[in-house]
């Protein structure tokens, strides 16, 4: 069933979006693709700049299934992802008997791009420079406090929070970048696992069972520290079982749109199991076997084998660059920057360009390596001169 869905994709997938980025109007058409006789759609608040924020439900079942996206503004593939689900459910085809199913079982709820505000600068924060995932407990920003009082009102039995990771993930036994990661976060710092969350490490090992087809080895569990001020690990805390997305990067994709298919159908194939509560047979101790997602695995550029020259002395060495980091946690995004992200021994690293530097050598003192983009210039017009 899954490769049929796989193969009629292009007929559920949300046509508004071709690229990495959209528009805020391209968001409401798509909205507005949405058949009125099957979907409530409500407005439920405004973002810090006014923008109207969408509740969006279907169903009549009695789990409640709570979903919601892109509360970091350059994360656009958890919306992406999300309204290709939406478009499934949209849809008719042989596959009816499924969408009933799902729909007698569930009621689904969606909101769409919390923080649409941080979208339109594809930046990770609100209008007021706030992380609306660090926000969970002072509500300091209009977004999280409609998050927070949603999920209160709805108390949702499942919950989703969708984003995008860095392209520079990858795990311990792959040469591939991690292309979706999961996490069950935990509701205190002592990682306990009660009955809800085992609920949520038990889909994630499902998901990632039906994963592993398709996209062997780029699979990856997320880093599972309590973090006391985000989202997840405070719905988590409210029992109600929760699961984080992280749409990754497959080389080549550079808008992430193959990321995206595979983050719908995990997403559909999560809603499935609920519904059906096949989920329950997969052991939650698996959870552990997934590979962990390891950061900064790959960087853009590793420079191999480097000679530096400095205080008259040699050292051959390796060099990593870093083109951009699109979620960096820092106040300011570091986006169509260059930065020297290491150097020494990086043979454990994979990047995905490598410039062979063996029979190169450099006359630069450690000041000037910060400057990635001087060095790149040098090590290009050195090369070409042969
Ligand atoms: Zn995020």
């Known amino acids: ?30 909205i507005n693709t949405l058949d009125k006789k099957k979907f409530q759609i409500n407005e439920i608040g405004k973002s810090f700049k006014d923008k109207s924020l969408y509740l969006i439900k279907t169903g009549s079942g009695k789990i409640k299934v709570f979903f919601w996206s892109q509360m970091h503004g350059n994360e656009p593939i958890s919306t992406q992802g999300l309204f290709d689900l939406l478009g499934f459910l949209n849809y008719e085809d042989e596959l009816n008997f499924l969408r009933e199913k799902i729909l007698n079982e569930c009621t689904l709820y969606f909101f769409p791009l919390v923080n649409p505000d941080g979208a339109e600068k594809f930046i990770r924060r609100n209008a007021q420079g706030i992380d609306l995932n660090r926000d969970a407990i002072k509500q300091t920003t209009p977004e999280a406090k409609i998050l927070n009082d949603i999920i209160d009102d709805i108390k949702p039995h499942f919950a989703f929070n969708l984003h995008d990771q860095e392209r520079y993930y990858g795990t311990k036994n792959s040469n591939q970048p991690t292309a979706l990661s999961f996490l069950s976060p935990s509701f205190n710092f002592e990682k306990s696992i009660d009955k809800y969350r085992e609920k949520s490490m038990k889909l994630i090992v499902a998901i990632s069972n039906l994963l592993q087809k398709y996209l062997p080895n780029n699979i990856a569990k997320y880093n599972d520290d309590f973090m006391p001020n985000a989202f997840g690990d405070n719905v988590q805390a409210k029992s109600i079982s929760t699961i984080l997305f992280e749409a990754g990067y497959i080389i080549g994709d550079e808008n992430r749109q193959k990321v995206r298919k595979f983050y719908f159908i995990a997403l559909l194939f999560a809603v499935i199991q609920i519904s059906d509560a096949l989920f329950n047979k997969y052991l939650f101790s698996e959870y552990q076997d997934i590979p962990k997602n390891i950061k900064f695995k790959f960087t853009d550029i590793i420079l191999k084998n480097l000679s530096i020259i400095q205080n008259g ?13 699109l979620n960096s946690e820092k106040f300011t995004d570091l986006c169509d920057e260059f930065l020297i992200w290491d150097i020494g021994d990086l043979s454990d690293k994979k ?20 400057n990635a983009k001087k060095l790149l210039q040098f090590v290009n017009e050195s090369l070409s001169k042969g």
């Open 351 to 370: 990047s995905f360009f490598e410039i062979n530097c063996s029979n190169l050598k450099i006359n630069y003192k450690l000041e000037r390596l910060q």
């Open 1 to 30: 069933m899954i490769d049929q869905i796989i193969k009629n994709y292009d007929f559920y997938k949300q046509k508004n979006f071709t690229e990495l980025k959209f528009s805020y109007q391209q968001f409401i058409k798509a």
């Open 313 to 325: 002395k040699v050292f051959v060495t390796d060099v990593s660059v870093i083109k951009n980091v």
